[in-house]
């Protein structure tokens, strides 16, 4: 009835996925759907046969944001090669103690964006979403989730949950609205290789919609397409520290490679802050400041 | 020095750089018996490599003046034409070790031709350097590359095994010099 619907791919475990399920009925017109599948329907000819047959229950989502305060912990489980990296991951503090009062099999882990391992997110945090596959138990009121919150939040100082919330599945789409096109801020530790006073800085605080051309960094080129992508940061502000460090803040638009603009990536990001400082300059320390997303709702504490 | 507001003495001190943090420096020598002609190959850890001149390179020594970079090494293959795309870089030109990536004219007429070094996909090529030759010179480990690799997955631990370590190379310097001290 519906030959090209089911395609076999290499990630799932059976050709009928709730998704090609789902687009197989909107694809099949009534009248096709009819014809094999009469209403009332015929009678059987054959006996019927024992199938063995999986109840499961629909996947929970669990949207919050999250802070992270550490500088040695990735955002999800660092495995290569079945050997761990490092230990833990935001993805797991935050998955602990829900997976086990929803008696979930497992989880599906997603952010508005992402952060490296030694860069903290301050602020009010970052969008993440949790879909909690075949929960056993899945009614919760709101006194109860914010008791999961609460248990995240003493099981580690590295990390901090807030606005944890049941969502709708559509309601996943507004975190990856956030990747293109909304805005975060930063702040950088910089260092530069000449001696800077305060007035060497300033002109960067008047520096408005800087457009960048980013060629694919070379960290993540490995699995990233080579492309060269163009990026605003919006403003910038300086706090001189001494004669070789400064504080730099940024806004800038979503997608944009802080550390690439600050060493320049082998002059692969133009401009750069070593272009328009016209000295070797490095970034010491990164921390994300805000992810501008107004998703999901706050939750007054 | 830190956000998280612990301090350090020494301001003026960098810390390990960019290439330091990320990635292992490997050396050619005397590449193709050539005196000098040294390259070095900067490896990430995520397998993909730079390919640079390496300090001790006739063109740095000497401190000379560039005429020309050229990418177009043979009649039908210019390195410039080289395009890749997706994930897994399709149609990138597949290297070997002594394929050539550009040739570089001085103006005293000297010509020195840049290798590839190792195995694997041409990513890019440096195309500041046609506009700023300078930065060959000036410098050289970053802004002046010359050329972006990703070996294959199945090679990327023995993609460096025909080069010499920063140690070696300091090792092999370092009897150069003696060597140009010994008398006739």
Not at chain 1, 39 to 53: F, S, W, Y
Not at chain 2, 1 to 30: F, H
Not at chain 2, 99 to 110: V, Y
């Amino acid at each position: 009835m519906c030959p090209d619907c089911f395609k076999p791919a290499r990630n799932k475990q059976s050709v009928f996925t709730r998704m090609a399920v789902v687009k197989a009925l909107e694809k099949v017109s009534d009248e096709k759907f009819l014809k094999k599948y009469p209403c009332p329907p015929t009678r059987p000819t054959t006996k019927c046969i024992d199938q063995l047959v999986k109840c499961l229950h629909g996947s929970i989502f669990v949207a919050g944001r999250y802070n992270k305060f550490s500088r040695t912990l990735p955002q999800t489980p660092w495995i290569i090669d079945g050997e761990r990296r490092m230990e833990s991951s935001v993805e797991e503090l935050i998955a602990a103690p829900l997976l086990s009062s929803f008696k979930a099999d497992g989880l599906n882990f997603s952010s508005s964006g992402r952060e490296d391992v030694d860069v903290r997110t301050l602020g009010k945090g970052r969008p993440f979403a949790m879909e909690l596959l075949n929960p056993h138990c899945s009614k919760f009121n709101k006194a109860e989730i914010r008791q999961f919150q609460e248990a995240i939040n003493q099981s580690s100082d590295k990390i901090r949950v807030r606005d944890l919330q049941l969502v709708s599945r559509d309601a996943m789409m507004h975190m990856k609205e956030g990747e293109e096109d909304k805005t975060k801020s930063y702040t950088a530790l910089i260092w530069t290789r000449k001696a800077i006073e305060k007035e060497d800085i300033a002109f960067i605080n008047d520096i408005k919609e800087l457009k960048l051309d980013q060629k694919t960094p070379l960290r993540v080129l490995h699995r990233r397409p080579l492309a060269v992508r163009q990026r605003l940061v919006h403003n910038m502000s300086t706090r001189f520290l001494d004669s070789h460090h400064f504080y730099l803040e940024l806004k800038t638009q979503a997608g944009t490679y802080i550390k690439e603009f600050v060493h320049s990536d082998f002059g692969r990001t133009k401009p750069n802050l070593s272009e328009l400082l016209k000295t070797d300059t490095d970034i010491i320390e990164l921390d994300v400041e805000s992810v501008d997303v107004d998703w999901p709702p706050a939750i007054p504490e | 020095m830190s956000l998280d507001g612990t301090e350090e003495k020494n301001c003026e001190a960098q810390g390990p750089s960019v290439i330091e943090r990320y990635y292992t420096r490997w050396y050619k020598t005397d590449i193709k018996g050539k005196p000098n002609e040294d390259q070095c190959v900067l490896q990430h850890s995520n397998r993909i490599c730079v390919i640079t001149l390496a300090e001790t390179h006739p063109i740095i020594q000497g401190g000379k003046s560039i005429k020309e970079i050229n990418y177009q090494i043979s009649d039908g293959c210019s390195r410039l034409n080289n395009k890749v795309s997706g994930k897994s870089k399709k149609g990138g030109q597949f290297l070997t070790e002594f394929a050539p990536l550009c040739r570089i004219t001085c103006t005293d007429e000297t010509e020195y031709t840049i290798y590839s070094c190792i195995r694997g996909r041409l990513l890019e090529v440096n195309e500041c350097i046609l506009e700023t030759p300078d930065l060959l010179l000036k410098k050289p480990s970053t802004d002046g590359y010359i050329a972006v690799i990703l070996p294959k997955f199945e090679e990327s631990k023995t993609v460096t095994d025909g080069l010499l370590s920063r140690e070696e190379y300091e090792g092999v310097i370092s009897k150069r010099g003696s060597a140009q001290a010994e008398p006739c």
